[in-house]
């Protein structure tokens, strides 16, 4: 698994090098049949990650945000999104990250995952019981047992997985907790891991999406499912995601459920 790891880590900060060398107040993009956009810079990074994991891992199978290759009979499958936050990415805003994960194909979650900031330099990483890492520094989730006064992120409108947000943000309002939006769910839902937030709900189904937030979120003490509380896999699509400290997973379910359509 170390070995894996350093391959990610050293994939990331390639990918670091193209993200900022197409970053600045005029990325040229073009808009996809989703209605989002789409840079050199994802397309580019998406590249290498499969040319990479074809010359060290040709076995590996590789479920990318903008070009995938699946293989018969693999084991491990890496989960990659090449940036995340590609709508302020585009708009010259530094709100982005990289992020992948090693998804074992048996149960489908992840066993190893890494993102990168590259606009501060902070390097997340986690591997299956082997702790969750910021540059180095070991992460814990933070310990609050109330909603008030903490902070939550969240994306989407959730009609795409059948649930509607609007329960969640008139919730989480009643009870003084700050809802924030990045348009890169990854970026704002690292925090956790971090420290930072309390919670994140992600109301789309993508994997790759949430796949590396799935393993550094719980080796630094906390805990993700999807949107109705039952685990999920991570190489596939399913049902969003709630990531949380733990303490407050149970109340933050309650009230996503009161959401659904």
Known sequence: MEQYLEFAKKLAKEAEEIALKYFSFEVERIIKEDNTPLTKADTEINDLVIKRINEVYPEHSIYGEEKSELKENSKYIWV??????TM???NGLPIFTFSIALVDQSDGLPVLGVVNDPILKNMYWATKNGGAYRNGKRLSVSKNDNLKNTYLITEASGKAVGFSNLPLMKSLSEKKCAVMRFLSFIYG???VANGKFIGAVFY???????????????EAGGKVTDLNGEERRYDKDGIGCIVSNGILHNELLEIVQSGKL
């Open 204 to 218: 789309n189904p993508y994997g790759h999406d949430v796949a590396a937030l799935k393993i550094i979120t719980e």
């Open 80 to 85: 990659c999104d090449p940036i995340d936050g």
């Open 189 to 191: 839902g690292v925090q």
């Open 88 to 90: 302020p990415f585009s």
